[in-house]
């Protein structure tokens, strides 16, 4: 189910090396919950098995797959998957949860019979297509060469085991459907807050951590943006408690700099905004709340001379901040730059933020709903410059 949420990429970057991050045991939880609760369809179920070191119930959030009247379950990860572990070592005795407690007994299909089922299981759960390297439309010969790589359970109902069987009962379809209903606005909403609060956000830019080469030339004279420069923004959004940053980022910088004994005595750089991309796709709402068809492009500019220091000459990092004007939207504010900067061989290489409220420029976000989802009414301009001689 989560495949609804992620990309491809996201999906599979949650379980590096075959272990599942952080955040993909943060949406295993969320996932067993809603599973064993029944308030979904009737394949998507809870797997209780005795782990196998600690023998305490361990539960994991499956897709089954239907194939000629029968269920079966399908690792997506394959052998080294943690549940096909913990059931081999059970004796496939397990408890599958949806509305109740079903004791089942997993039965491991011989390589000979996965091949239909495997297609059948990525043609009907979704979370599984990025990690199983096969087209849930690929001809069967694809499915039978992967086959020993995925092992395939049956799942059989434990005859004469407590909760196989039960008397028929009076079915309040009523209540049902309303409970149903309230638990799929619920799940909307806590995947919605789940995207937003685990979602990736590009860190902020900043100098390189690797170490700088020595520098090349005297440090006086006009520098120009040159390839490598980066500029953008960052702003907080929320929903129902979740916090993220919302990332802008574009490579049209352009702009000199001009430096004189230890002064940074000018400097003008241009931000096409029109160019920047949220998760590398251009935005309308971006577009709109800027208004780039008549001000296509942003301006920093310094407001007076900033002393770099004799260290920075001779190769010495500098953090410091500097007065400045940024024209956005039609309107110009005075803004403090915090900046650092450093010489890197023949180049400069200098990276800050300038905090904008929007309201001073103009800058209409979409509407915001309170704890539902809503973007906070300032953000940051963030920057990475690299400049070469003019």
């Known amino acids: 189910m989560s495949?609804?949420?992620?990309?491809?990429?996201?999906?599979?970057?949650?379980?590096?090396?075959?272990?599942?991050?952080?955040?993909?045991?943060?949406?295993?939880?969320?996932?067993?919950?809603?599973?064993?609760?029944?308030?979904?369809?009737?394949?998507?179920?809870?797997?209780?098995?005795?782990?196998?070191?600690?023998?305490?119930?361990?539960?994991?959030?499956?897709?089954?797959?239907?194939?000629?009247?029968?269920?079966?379950?399908?690792?997506?990860?394959?052998?080294?998957?943690?549940?096909?572990?913990?059931?081999?070592?059970?004796?496939?005795?397990?408890?599958?949860?949806?509305?109740?407690?079903?004791?089942?007994?997993?039965?491991?299909?011989?390589?000979?019979?996965?091949?239909?089922?495997?297609r059948r299981y990525l043609q009907k759960v979704p979370g599984g297509r990025p990690h199983i390297p096969v087209g849930r439309h690929a001809p069967a010969a694809d499915f039978e060469a992967i086959a020993p790589r995925y092992p395939v359970f049956?799942?059989?109902?434990?005859?004469?085991?407590?909760?196989?069987?039960?008397?028929?009962?009076?079915?309040?379809?009523?209540?049902?459907?309303?409970?149903?209903?309230?638990?799929?606005?619920?799940l909307v909403f806590a995947g919605a807050a789940l995207f937003v609060e685990l979602q990736p956000s590009p860190a902020p830019l900043a100098l390189?951590?690797?170490?700088?080469?020595?520098?090349?030339?005297?440090?006086?004279?006009?520098?120009?943006?040159?390839?490598?420069s980066v500029a953008g923004f960052r702003v907080r959004e929320t929903a129902l408690g979740f916090s993220n940053d919302t990332v802008g980022r574009t490579s049209a910088v352009t702009g000199t700099l001009v430096i004189a004994g230890d002064q940074v005595t000018r400097a003008v750089f241009r931000v096409d905004l029109a160019a920047v991309t949220v998760g590398g796709k251009v935005q309308a709402q971006f577009a709109r709340s800027l208004g780039t068809r008549a001000h296509p492009s942003a301006t920093v500019t310094l407001a007076r001379p900033v002393t770099l220091g004799p260290g920075f000459a001779a190769g010495a990092t500098i953090t410091a901040t500097a007065p400045g004007y940024l024209a956005m939207n039609g309107a110009t504010h005075r803004v403090t730059i915090a900046f650092s900067g450093r010489r890197d061989g023949a180049a400069l290489q200098v990276a800050g933020s300038i905090p904008v409220a929007f309201a001073e420029w103009g800058i209409r976000g979409p509407q915001n709903f309170g704890f539902i989802a809503s973007l906070a009414d300032h953000g940051v301009a963030e920057f990475f410059v690299v400049l070469r001689r003019a």
């Open 154 to 186: 049956r799942v059989d109902p434990r005859p004469g085991a407590r909760g196989a069987r039960r008397a028929p009962r009076r079915r309040h379809w009523g209540r049902w459907l309303l409970a149903g209903v309230a638990g799929l606005v619920a």
């Open 208 to 228: 390189p951590v690797a170490r700088a080469g020595a520098p090349a030339g005297p440090a006086g004279g006009t520098w120009a943006a040159s390839p490598g």
């Open 3 to 118: 495949g609804l949420l992620y990309s491809a990429d996201s999906l599979r970057a949650m379980y590096p090396g075959g272990r599942a991050d952080v955040t993909a045991r943060r949406l295993s939880r969320l996932w067993a919950r809603v599973f064993a609760a029944g308030l979904m369809p009737r394949r998507w179920v809870t797997l209780e098995v005795a782990g196998r070191r600690s023998g305490r119930p361990t539960r994991f959030p499956l897709g089954m797959a239907d194939w000629n009247g029968q269920w079966y379950l399908v690792p997506f990860l394959g052998e080294e998957c943690n549940w096909v572990k913990n059931v081999r070592a059970a004796g496939g005795l397990a408890t599958l949860r949806r509305h109740r407690a079903v004791p089942v007994r997993l039965v491991e299909l011989p390589v000979s019979e996965r091949a239909p089922v495997i």
